[in-house]
């Protein structure tokens, strides 16, 4: 596997975009990058082509908060409640699922292509069967309520690298990691330090665990999302990730710069595990880079966007990130 250099990280391509971008996945070995977001529609888009065009798949009834691969389908998740199976090389919808009775926040697939997971603010995680959309598991293990007697919500939801767990993160700092096959919870985590409340200006909550990431060799859990917030109304919180050898239970890290601020809404892995980026933003975009041997940031970098989601190719030499009104593409020398 080539090694790649995040101190050499550049933009060297940008796409504009009306809407706003919240989820994007590569389609392995291809130039082919599958996208939804606020203007309710798929998309995909050839970014090796002379004159790169988006072209619509279809369409769900409100926000595509989620997007995951198996094989030749895409499986879409909506604040409608609604997983889509799209067939993209027929580029033909499959089927729909009335999935959930909340906002569908997000939606994995293990890398086999045979397990999705979604998860949605009626704070349950559900497993379904990729080919057949016929639902395996329901996981019920967060707060419908946060300590405040607010409505919680289920943000994120990772696969291990291994197909054989399944994490989920909620807004008050509860990870959840379920075991597939059973359907049985394995270990509780506690991330507090991402959770907010603002008894006086606003009696609101804040926060939450955006984002989730299972480490190359499935032992490490990365949990990312916001310190504590000053000014609730402009993300004025620094952005945070935590690190747990999750089976033992134990926080291994703490990352939480006084440069960058706002929401880690995507985390992702170095596939050979030498550093993990966090990316996401406040009114700005930012990547961060993190490396677990030294405990320390390699290199924080600005986005032309508020960064909602990110997918490496094969040699991680190239980044995709994708957000408010743009999609961008990095790369990086070895």
């Not at 959309?133 to 007697?149: D, N, V, W, Y």
Request: aromatic share 8%; hydrophobic share 40%; with cysteine.
């Amino acid at each position: 596997m080539a090694t790649t250099n995040p101190e050499t990280l550049k933009v060297v391509k940008e796409f504009s975009r009306r809407e706003v971008v919240f989820t994007a996945e590569r389609v392995p070995d291809t130039n082919r990058l599958v996208f939804g977001g606020s203007d309710f529609k798929i998309y995909d888009i050839d970014l090796a082509a002379d004159k790169p065009e988006a072209r619509e798949l279809g369409s769900h009834e409100s926000y595509v908060t989620g997007l995951a691969l198996a094989g030749v389908m895409a499986i879409s998740g909506s604040y409608d409640g609604r997983l889509i199976w799209w067939d993209l090389d027929a580029r033909a919808k499959v089927r729909t699922v009335e999935a959930h009775t909340k906002w569908i926040r997000g939606v994995a697939t293990t890398r086999d292509g045979k397990r999705v997971a979604s998860v949605a603010d009626d704070m349950v995680c559900r497993l379904w069967d990729a080919e057949t959309g016929s639902k395996i598991h329901e996981l019920r293990g967060h707060a419908e309520t946060t300590p405040h007697h607010f409505p919680s919500m289920l943000y994120a939801c990772a696969f291990s690298p291994d197909g054989r767990h399944v994490a989920t993160g909620d807004k008050v700092g509860r990870v959840v990691v379920w075991d597939v096959e059973s359907g049985q919870s394995t270990n509780t985590l506690e991330a507090p330090g991402m959770y907010t409340w603002d008894p006086v200006q606003r009696r609101h909550s804040i926060g939450g665990i955006r984002s989730l990431a299972f480490s190359p060799d499935g032992t490490r859990l990365a949990v990312g999302g916001i310190g504590k917030i000053n000014n609730i109304d402009h993300l004025d919180g620094k952005a945070r990730v935590e690190v747990f050898d999750w089976r033992k239970g134990e926080r291994t890290h703490e990352f939480s710069e006084d440069k960058v601020k706002g929401l880690v809404e995507r985390l992702e892995f170095h596939p050979a595990g030498d550093w993990l980026i966090a990316a996401g933003g406040d009114n700005a975009g930012f990547l961060m880079f993190l490396d677990l041997k030294t405990k320390a940031v390699l290199t924080q970098e600005k986005a032309p966007m508020h960064v909602h989601d990110t997918s490496f190719d094969e040699s991680s030499g190239t980044l995709i990130a994708a957000g408010h009104n743009k999609i961008a593409i990095f790369e990086m020398k070895g």
